[in-house]
């Protein structure tokens, strides 16, 4: 009860000082002071923490400061301001307004090079914006992926802070759930697809639904050529792995996964792959009829039924 009286008040204060236009006053004043260090760092925090809060202000108040927060990470090396507006950066992208105007900005390669920071409270948030960038269009998400982001991920795939492979997870899956073209630089990258596979599958749980996410996300953009590709990275195996933790969300996700393959995939290569295939159908029936959710029951019955009726044309054709 205390926090939420703290959190109100705080809400309070800073809807006072918005209204009264207080953080234009800051973004006139950290212009003025760029060179005066602490100022600086006394405007950038301020500011940071008028731009977020739990409820946070209203986007169109606060967006003013995007450019702010922008100038900071491009023209400072002090860890704190980054930080900041790090932070604040990764709050205003969940916006897709703010998403377009950090990219108009052009701020995504220096996000990149935070990639490589050895400071969470550094690397974490930028991670995020980067990830948050890539939920947007088309065009954002191919300049996520042209400021070179893909090379850093291996290490960051591998880092030994659970939260840097979970977010990093995350970002790749919303690239996989973009344009084909996108998927495909996923997909070809052994390395990443590699490491995706061994996450999905020895991974703490909450990290392993980001990576599954990212393989169902591309289940949904190959073509018919870069399924076979797909299969060689374990798909099966980790779909199959995954069931028994009982998440209706790892279900959901396998089971759109599943009827995504059994829709797109060539005859020649589901007949190849059929055995896994129905290992898989038959333990995620089992477990959606263990778990009495009637809808995923029958979603993977229809599958069953056109994946028979797929492996009966193969056999036809043959």
Known sequence: MESMALAREYSWRQYMILNAQGHIAIIN??????NIMNSYKQCVWALANLSRGSPGPKFSVVKVAIPSFCCAIQSTLEPETLTDALWALSHLTNNEEG??????IQTL????????NEQLGILVPALRTLGNIATGDE???DYVLECGILI????????HKKVVRKETCWMLSNIAAGFQHQGKQLLYHKEIMELLSKIA????????LEAIYTFANLTSQLD?????????YRFLEICIKNIPLGSIRILAIIIESTENIIKNIPIDILEQWKDGI?????KVQAQTVNQDLIDYTNRVQRSRIRFQDNLILYKKKG
Do not use: W, Y
């Not at 998403?99 to 108009?104: G, L």
């Not at 850093?152 to 880092?159: G, K, S």
């Not at 599958?201 to 392993?208: A, H, I, K, S, Y």
């Open 109 to 116: 390669k220096r996000l990149s090079q935070f990639l490589g």
């Open 201 to 208: 599958l020895e991974d703490q749980e909450d990290v392993r």
């Open 152 to 159: 850093q991920v291996p290490l960051l795939l591998n880092h």
């Open 99 to 104: 998403q377009r105007q950090v990219c108009e």
């Open 29 to 34: 004043f950290a212009e003025k002071c760029k």
């Open 224 to 232: 018919i050529n870069d399924f076979q590709l797909l299969m060689d």
């Open 278 to 282: 129905t290992q898989l159908l038959d």
């Open 139 to 141: 065009k954002m998400t």
